[in-house]
């Protein structure tokens, strides 16, 4: 998956508009501007598509944690240079303020059963020997099923 996918999935599960998308990037301390945005959002095949970087996808997922849970205090913490599906995974989960139960009633919605101890390895550091890669697929998946939990809260 690109960052421009996710972008346009996290924008469509919780209904963001381009203010509110704006102001989740200021949130982390970066300044875009409407026309970015949109470019952001276009179909790769659009001639005015532009390309979302890992620091701002980074900085966007960041400013979403500090919507949801409110910024800390001090200096706030760097964007990632280099992002992973594993990154993109923990920052959703640590903005959402979702436990392991709540991930799995997610993939649940997404049709994918899955156990607390199979999540865990995709919240371990990439050295340690019960690590697992975070694939397109299981990302896929999770952002389908938050759509399914936001976008349609009676379900």
């Not at 995974?89 to 993939?107: G, P, S, T, Y």
């Not at 694939?135 to 938050?146: A, P, S, Y």
Request: proline share 4%; glycine share 4%; charged share 30%.
């Amino acid at each position: 998956m690109t960052n421009n996918d996710i972008l346009r999935r996290i924008r469509y599960t919780f209904d963001f508009d381009d203010s509110k998308m704006i102001s989740l990037f200021g949130l982390a301390d970066l300044e875009v501007t409407r026309g970015e945005i949109s470019d952001w959002l276009k179909k790769e095949d659009d001639p005015a598509f532009q390309k979302c970087t890992d620091i701002q996808m980074a900085t966007f997922l960041n400013g979403l944690i500090n919507d949801r849970r409110g910024k800390k205090e001090g200096p706030q913490p760097k964007p990632e240079q280099r992002l992973t599906n594993n990154i993109i995974f923990k920052k959703l989960r640590i903005a959402l303020n979702l436990k392991d139960e709540d991930i799995v009633e997610i993939l649940v919605l997404a049709n994918l059963r899955v156990s607390k101890h199979e999540l865990s390895a995709f919240f371990r550091k990439p050295g340690n020997k019960h690590y697992r890669a975070c694939h397109d697929q299981f990302l896929r998946n999770f952002l389908t099923g938050l759509q399914i939990k936001y976008r349609n809260p009676s379900a």
